[in-house]
């Protein structure tokens, strides 16, 4: 039972890692335009956003 709880739980953070890296990936895209357009609230804004990705990553890679 353990092992079988294991798997499930790594199964999901692979799946959890794969939709942050979309939303790093968008959250990217966003701010290239933002900085395209010289608007400095949604380069703060996009930055923010990809900081707080970021350490959900780290979370779950760890």
């Not at 499930?8 to 959250?27: A, C, G, W």
């Not at 010289?38 to 979370?59: H, P």
Request: aromatic letters at 8%.
């Amino acid at each position: 039972m353990k092992y079988v709880l294991g798997t499930l739980y790594k199964e999901k953070s692979l799946d959890n890692l794969q939709v942050i890296r979309m939303e790093i990936d968008y959250e990217l895209l966003t701010l290239y335009d933002a900085m395209k357009k010289e608007d400095a609230i949604e380069i703060i804004k996009s930055k923010e956003r990809l900081i707080c990705l970021r350490k959900q990553w780290l979370d779950l890679k760890a």
